[in-house]
């Protein structure tokens, strides 16, 4: 169980406000990292200026964002608003991005509201300049709907790419062992079986992750506050399969650094943004955290527990309005 839990963060506009305080970046300002050349701006991904600033003349191989997907978590806006702000943190990543690159996407889809923003981003990505490549579902094990419908287990990573990009199939495989047999073929006088050819035991992703746990509070990488976690493994797998050591990743909104983390473990060098300071304060600590102790998460904790302890305020905050007593 959870000792110290922060609520979610992305409802409570009050408890960020609290905790600014505590946090290393103002507006517009750039977290540059001593040790493997990782950065963390505080900046609207929109900004082309501030995301040059970023990107300081450099070029990525790979992009992973996880906007909020207008429905769920963080503001809802109206489609249209929606895909006319996507269209501007698209583009920036098209002029970030090498002329070989490759981009995922998560997205979501309103099911009760003719599967919005979805549909419309989809159809806005043909004039983006990048090239469709695949569609991938990612298969929650834990689900969420009603009795008169289909359990809700699916979650949406678009892939796009620019030019020829890196794809390290080698690199991509489950953990999952190969348990049908079927086809025979002659290989050199020998009749063999094809799981006897494979060039591993386990089976490949293919565009159906079944492999990947969600995020929830009993996981190591749980981040206590971040409603809106990505797993480190698909994030790792998108890292492996579509980037070298020492290329540069881009990921537009950080929230609890998932694909931070995913690049220090990989060797990758991040430059990561969110709009709001506390989460690129958690963005920082968690990688803080990753190399002091190894652990990914604050499965028991949160960022932010040796200040909350100490102040007052966030204490009787978090006790009146949430009901969480420190
Ligand atoms: C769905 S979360 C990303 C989750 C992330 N993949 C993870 O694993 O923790 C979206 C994040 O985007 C940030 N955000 C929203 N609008 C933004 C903008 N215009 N520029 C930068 N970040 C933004 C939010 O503050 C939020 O932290």
Request: hydrophobic share 35%.
């Amino acid at each position: 169980m959870e000792k110290f839990p922060l609520p979610r963060l992305d409802t409570d506009a009050e408890l960020r406000k609290l905790l600014t305080k505590y946090c290393r970046l103002t507006n517009g300002e750039i977290w540059r990292d001593p040790v493997a050349e990782h950065k963390i701006a505080c900046i609207d991904s929109t900004d082309s200026k501030a995301v040059k600033k970023l990107m300081s003349g450099k070029v990525a191989a790979l992009a992973i964002h996880d906007p909020p997907y207008n429905f769920i978590a963080f503001d809802e806006l109206k489609e249209e608003q929606f895909i006319n702000w996507s269209k501007k943190w698209i583009k920036n990543s098209f002029n970030s991005l090498d002329l070989n690159s490759s981009i995922y996407i998560w997205l979501g889809a309103d099911y009760k509201n003719h599967f919005q923003p979805f549909a419309g981003f989809i159809q806005m990505m043909k004039q983006s300049g990048f090239a469709s490549r695949n569609f991938i579902t990612l298969r929650n094990q834990r689900g969420y709907g009603t009795a008169q419908n289909w359990m809700s287990v699916r979650q949406e990573l678009l892939y796009y790419s620019k030019g020829a990009p890196v794809f390290n199939v080698e690199t991509v495989y489950t953990d999952i062992p190969k348990i049908l047999k079927g086809y025979y073929k002659e290989v050199g006088g020998e009749i063999t079986e094809n799981i006897k050819r494979g060039k591993s035991e386990f089976i490949r992703p293919g565009n159906v992750w079944v492999d990947v746990q969600q995020v929830f509070y009993r996981m190591e990488e749980n981040v206590n506050g971040c409603f809106a976690q990505k797993p480190l493994k698909a994030i790792e797998r998108i890292v492996s399969a579509s980037s070298n050591e020492k290329d540069i990743v881009i990921d537009f909104f950080a929230h609890s650094g998932t694909t931070l983390i995913a690049c220090e473990k990989l060797k990758r060098k991040c430059f990561t943004a969110d709009i709001d300071s506390v989460f690129c304060e958690i963005s920082i600590r968690r990688l803080e955290r990753f190399r002091k102790t190894g652990k990914t998460g604050w499965q028991n904790s949160n960022p932010f527990y040796e200040e909350i302890i100490k102040d007052n305020e966030i204490k009787e905050y978090l006790s009146v309005k949430h009901k969480i007593n420190y």
